[in-house]
Nanobody
């Protein structure tokens, strides 16, 4: 069955960096675009970044543009999110999913930005 396993979150000071990873299984990873989402405390889940199946095309939410970079390794069925210049408002649980979105979510990985 489809499964997403996110990792790499943690506590970081404002201005710091983290690299998130998501290993996907249960479908042909290389054929699907992938997305990162986040759910800030008390808010709805929001789209952060997307990457095409080939990795050649990426899009970002305005709030993270220029600071976050999405990438993928199709040989490892893994999508990454490099997050630089982190701000307190980036604090959230981060999730990945395929596009079209699958009705299955991983446990997410918590990112806490605090001094």
């Amino acid at each position: 069955q489809v499964q997403f396993v996110e990792s790499g979150g943690g506590l970081v000071q404002p201005g710091g960096s983290l690299r998130l990873s998501c290993v996907a299984s249960g479908f042909t990873f290389s054929r699907y675009a992938m997305s990162w989402y986040r759910r800030p405390p008390g808010k709805e889940r929001e789209l952060v970044a997307e990457i095409s199946s080939s990795g050649f095309t990426t899009t970002y939410a305005d709030s993270v543009k220029g600071r976050f970079t999405i990438s993928r390794d199709n040989a490892k069925s893994t999508v990454y999110l490099q997050m630089n210049s982190l701000k307190p408002e980036d604090m959230a649980v981060y999730y990945c999913n395929a596009r079209p979105q699958r009705p299955v979510w991983g446990q997410g990985t918590q990112v806490t930005v605090s001094s």
